[in-house]
């Protein structure tokens, strides 16, 4: 089955202690992303990566890391985590690169942080 | 900034038609995405608009204007499960960066 998966899907930590959520696809895709959800903000881009060794910052990336070794892989990295980042992550894959045209987004089911 | 705007909520009734409507900015535009959000769920992705006009989906349709930064997103024959957000999402002309909008909770009644 056609999938992204993210591990944990829940997750509770104190300020400071480094962990990381992981995100895999299965469908080949060059294109993956990270986003976080937060009430009536929406959804909002923390990095991107266009390929395997090519990341991006997209609009909130302060305080994240990632890292794009593998095709299939787009880890999410919480160096020292602080409270500002309790939030609903989501990952998202995609087939196609830059200056392609339909380029729908398959997400992952969603990870909910929370940092005391 | 890059803002898009959505209304908060909408309410509708079974089997009516609903519009919503997303305005954004126009500069470095390269494609207008929307998706649908269950509470709980992820988003699934509805719709792709990058040059002017009205695409149609089974229920579904969305039309863009570039010139005035402008979308929309057409309900008809609304049914209970289509109580849900629906996300605006603007792509940037350089790159694959998404800015999505604060989505609009819909609700449907009986």
């Known amino acids: 089955e056609a999938q992204v998966t993210q591990n944990p899907r829940y997750l509770i930590t104190v300020t400071g202690k480094k962990l990381t959520v992981t995100c895999s696809q299965n469908?080949?895709?060059?294109?993956m992303s990270w986003y976080r959800q937060d009430p009536g903000l929406g959804l909002r881009q923390i990095y991107y990566s266009m390929n395997v060794e090519v990341t991006d910052k997209g609009d909130v990336p302060e305080g994240y890391k990632v890292s794009r070794k593998e095709k299939r892989n787009f880890p999410l990295i919480l160096e020292s985590p602080s409270p500002n980042q309790t939030s609903l992550y989501f990952c998202?894959?995609?087939?196609?690169?830059?200056?392609?045209?339909?380029?729908?987004?398959?997400f992952g089911p969603g990870t909910r942080l929370t940092v005391l | 900034g890059q803002n898009i705007d959505q209304p908060t909520e909408m309410t509708a009734t079974e089997g009516a038609i609903v519009q919503i409507n997303c305005t954004y900015q126009?500069?470095?535009?390269?494609?207008l995405f929307w998706y649908q959000q269950h509470a709980g769920e992820a988003p699934t992705f509805l719709s792709y608009n990058v040059l002017d006009g009205l695409e149609e989906k089974g229920r579904f349709s969305s039309f863009l204007s570039r010139s005035k930064g402008y979308s929309y997103l057409l309900l008809k024959e609304l049914q209970m499960k289509d109580s849900a957000s629906y996300l605006c999402?603007?792509?940037?002309?350089?790159?694959?960066?998404?800015?999505f909008g604060p989505g609009t909770r819909l609700s449907v009644l009986p």
């Open positions: 999402a603007r792509r940037d002309n350089y790159g694959q960066n998404f800015v």
């Open positions: 998202a894959s995609s087939y196609a690169g830059v200056g392609s045209g339909l380029d729908e987004q398959f």
């Open positions: 469908m080949n895709h060059e294109y």
């Open positions: 126009t500069s470095g535009f390269n494609g």
